[in-house]
């Protein structure tokens, strides 16, 4: 199995699951069973072959499923560990109860061993990032995605919103957004070796407020939560070629039509938090029950601020000494708007360096775990993001068969080797770790397929991870037989033994 549940024990017996057979017991509980299980045609019902039920003295997300002759018990401390249960008990039956559109079932009858598993996770933040920015991802390519983290326990979906070269949501309060920020003429792409090329295609697509209502509900029926990014101040140039008047120079920008960090930046004045207050209650407004908000904070090039008189009037009347602190004050003041509408900011690390965030704002250690290690030492909740192992835009080897990606190398076994809380912090800065998340860059990803190869099997190896703390001894025994039901998914996984054809 796949992530390694804490206690496995084979059992004698076993039971028949066919179309048709019944999961009883609360509610929602039952009802996360049958979403798990989709194919398999599972109906509700009094006294069922699936019987859930709630244990309030167990975690939310823990579980205990045993099986046998009797059929299958799940007692679970609430709706997620219910659905986490389904997903073990998917993982006894055969990979050709993976088989899409089928799923299990489709007609036929399963045999489910006989097991008693109990467990629980150790990091409630199990995340894949996805840069939708620089290139889009259609709605049905994201809800896929969505059931592939959720049948390997993967809870946190990040969605890279906005960047400079694209801003993919739209806002009724600000149309040009969607209408003009979220094209761009030409594809800046890369070949091994070489420096950027232009194919000259041009690049667009946003996600309708409607999308992302229904990826959010989508991901929560599946126990996933959606985190909306919108990087600000920096990478700001397509949002200042549909808005300039919000930019630190008022300059109009073109949606940026090359990689890179871009002198873009937008102005830390009343009115560009204004502006942001309102696209938080756009957003939040479709997602609905959003915990956490990421408001970027990275590669800011603060040159723009540092030339403006205006702005650097605006900084000594706040009595703030440099304009990093005023950065941090900026994000400060976007985390308090996100506090009244109910969500925690999150960051990239380059935020917490430049001054005094809110305390309860979550840092992404991406430049590594020391910078990690220095937030949660100064109370800050972390979610580990270190580029190495967790940047799967890097190529898992450096052989020039391999599609270009922007770095390597990140192995399968690197990403199994990561500990997210590592042994030589102190109990207390480990306390701090929420988990740990890959982040898909999608520069160099320009297609569904690319993204497959890029993220399975590493997210395997994530999963197992963030679920134990630490990849199991027998991990890559386990994954080479969990291969066959990424088949059956129909995955494009890179191949263990080396880039496919
Ligand atoms: C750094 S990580 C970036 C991204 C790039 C990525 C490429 C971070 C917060 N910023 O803008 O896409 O490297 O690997």
Redesign the pocket.
């Known amino acids: 199995m796949i992530p390694r549940p804490r206690l496995i024990r084979h059992l004698s017996g076993s039971y028949e699951l066919t179309p048709g057979s019944v999961v009883s017991g609360p509610t929602e509980a039952a009802d996360a069973v049958r979403v798990a299980l989709p194919g398999l045609d599972l109906r509700p019902g009094d006294s069922g072959d699936i019987d859930v039920r709630l244990d309030p003295d167990l975690g939310p997300e823990a579980y205990r499923l045993v099986t046998g002759s009797r059929g299958v018990e799940i007692t679970a401390g609430g709706r997620a560990g219910a659905f986490h249960a389904a997903q073990t008990l998917h993982q006894l039956l055969p990979d050709a109860s993976y088989r899409t559109p089928a799923g299990p079932g489709h007609g036929r009858a399963w045999s489910v061993p006989g097991v008693r598993v109990e467990d629980e996770p150790v990091f409630g933040w199990r995340g894949l990032h996805l840069?939708v920015a620089?290139h889009f991802f259609p709605k049905r390519e994201v809800l896929r995605l969505v059931d592939l983290m959720a049948a390997h326990k993967l809870n946190r979906l990040h969605l890279h919103l906005v960047?400079d070269q694209g801003w993919r949501v739209e806002s009724r309060a600000y149309p040009l957004l969607h209408e003009v920020a979220s094209h761009r003429p030409r594809t800046a792409v890369h070949q091994r070796g070489e420096p950027e090329l232009y194919d000259e295609t041009p690049h667009g697509g946003h996600y309708t407020l409607d999308d992302l209502a229904e990826i959010a509900a989508y991901a929560r029926a599946r126990e996933v939560v959606v985190v909306p990014e919108i990087d600000v101040p920096g990478?700001a140039s397509a949002v200042l070629a549909a808005y300039p008047e919000l930019g630190a120079t008022g300059e109009r920008y073109d949606v940026l039509d090359r990689?890179g960090v871009s002198p873009a930046i937008l102005s830390p004045l009343p009115p560009t938090v204004e502006f942001l207050a309102t696209i938080f209650d756009e957003l939040i407004g479709a997602l609905g029950p959003t915990p956490f908000v990421h408001i970027g904070g990275?590669?800011v090039v603060l040159d723009h601020w540092t030339a403006s008189a205006e702005i650097d009037a605006y900084r000594v009347s706040l009595g703030l000494e440099s304009m990093p602190a005023l950065q941090a004050w900026f994000l400060r003041r976007l985390a308090d708007a996100l506090a009244e509408r109910g969500a925690r900011a999150v960051v990239?690390d380059e935020a917490f360096v430049s001054g005094e965030l809110r305390r309860d704002t979550v840092v992404m250690p991406?430049r590594g775990m020391g910078v990690g290690r220095r937030a949660a030492a100064a109370g800050h909740d972390v979610v580990a993001t270190p580029?190495f192992p967790l940047?799967f835009?890097?190529a898992e080897s450096s052989s020039p068969e391999e599609p270009a990606a922007?770095?390597d190398t990140i192995t399968v076994a690197d990403v199994a080797a990561f500990v997210p809380a590592p042994a030589d912090w102190t109990d207390e800065e480990r306390s701090r770790v929420l988990g740990a998340q890959a982040?898909l860059?999608t520069?160099r990803i320009a297609d569904a397929r690319t993204l497959d190869y890029r993220i399975w099997p590493r997210a395997c190896a994530l999963a197992e991870v963030t679920w134990g703390g630490q990849a199991g001894p027998d991990f890559a025994e386990r994954l080479r037989a969990h291969l066959g039901r990424l088949d059956a998914l129909g995955v494009e996984y890179r191949p263990p033994a080396g880039p496919r054809p």
Do not use: A, F, N, T
Request: aromatic content about 34%; charged content about 40%; proline content about 0%.
């Open positions: 840069d620089r960047d990478h990689w990275d590669e990239w991406w580029v940047y835009d890097y922007i770095g982040q860059w520069e």
